[in-house]
T-cell receptor, first 112, second 111 residues
Framework: NAGVTQTPKFQVLKTGQSMTLQCAQD?????MSWYRQDPGMGLRLIHY???????DQGEVPNGYNVSRSTTEDFPLRLLSAAPSQTSVYFC???????????FGPGTRLTVL | GENVEQHPSTLSVQEGDSAVIKCTYS??????FPWYKQELGKRPQLIID?????GEKKDQRIAVTLNKTAKHFSLHITETQPEDSAVYFC??????????FGKGTTLSVSS
């Protein structure tokens, strides 16, 4: 049981490049979400999903796309990276009906 | 949508003192209020949570109180230790929906 995994751990992109941040979980949790963390801004919700085939926008969705084709995976796509997307990205899953969310280890992204 | 305000942004205490962090929320429908601790370079970790049908919850040196009428909740850490130094985040949600976080409090405990 690996819990929540995120890849890569670190990534450097140039402005305009695209990439996908991967999030996977082996706990069969229905709810998954993506947050970005910037200094002094806390954790801001980007997108979330309550189950396979269902996604919704959070507080800061612009510039990001998500899909949820399986329960296990919830990738976050940056179509055209911008320096403003430099941040630490955390994926989280929620345990059943408990509302408790557990975070993955994070991906540190730098856009030059 | 929900908005969570957290104060103070920084807090410095001496070892053994108590620390209190306060949060207010805007959506009266919110019914779940967790607190996370984040050490430098690591992921946020849940330390305690409370639901709207409970006024107070304790776990050893940590306690959380909730005032639904005033829409605020607080984290209390007693007998602080250097290892309590971290960033603490409060959050709020309505059951089954997304967590909205405060901006965090950096707690420094000096020995």
């Amino acid at each position: 049981n690996a819990g929540v995994t995120q890849t890569p751990k670190f990534q450097v992109l140039k402005t305009g490049q695209s990439m996908t941040l991967q999030c996977a979980q082996d706990m069969n949790h229905e709810y998954m979400s993506w947050y970005r963390q910037d200094p002094g801004m806390g954790l801001r919700l980007i997108h979330y999903s309550v189950g396979a085939g269902i996604t919704d926008q959070g507080e800061v969705p612009n510039g990001y796309n998500v899909s949820r084709s399986t329960t296990e995976d919830f990738p976050l796509r940056l179509l055209s990276a911008a320096p403003s997307q430099t941040s630490v990205y955390f994926c989280a899953t929620q345990i059943g009906d408990t509302d408790t969310q557990y975070f993955g280890p994070g991906t540190r992204l730098t856009v030059l | 949508g929900e908005n969570v305000e957290q104060h103070p942004s920084t807090l410095s205490v001496q070892e053994g003192d108590s620390a209190v962090i306060k949060c207010t929320y805007s959506d009266s429908a919110s019914n779940y209020f967790p607190w996370y601790k984040q050490e430098l370079g690591k992921r946020p970790q849940l330390i305690i949570d409370i639901r709207s049908n409970v006024g107070e919850k304790k776990d050893q040196r940590i306690a959380v109180t909730l005032n639904k009428t005033a829409k605020h909740f607080s984290l209390h850490i007693t007998e602080t230790q250097p290892e309590d130094s971290a960033v603490y985040f409060c959050a709020a949600s309505f059951s089954g929906t997304a967590l909205i976080f405060g901006k965090g409090t950096t707690l420094s405990v000096s020995s």
